[in-house]
């Protein structure tokens, strides 16, 4: 049961959604659609990361490799509310 939830930074599983019931819900290329279920699970959104992803993996289910990646040792402190500030950083 439990591999059909998105994992959470601290282990745990998100519960709210399943992981098709949010596939369904997402396009790539609108971050309207996706934005929220990372602001749910408060990963940070870095469009240059996100893109990277698109490009590599097209027609791919993205968020899934995208949550991985920001559990990773250079991302996972940066939450939601640091998204604005990491994509600025990252234009700079």
Not at 20 to 49: A, G, R
């Amino acid at each position: 049961m439990q591999k059909h939830y998105f994992i959470l930074k601290d282990g745990s599983h998100f519960l709210q959604f399943t992981k098709e019931e949010i596939y369904e819900q997402i396009d790539n290329s609108k971050p309207e659609t996706f934005l929220p279920f990372l602001e749910m699970m408060d990963y940070p959104y870095i469009e240059y990361e996100w893109q990277k992803m698109v490009d590599r993996f097209p027609g791919g289910l993205i968020l899934g490799r995208y949550l991985s990646l920001m559990r990773l040792k250079g991302f996972r402190d940066f939450t939601y509310a640091d998204s604005d500030w990491l994509n600025e950083v990252r234009q700079k």
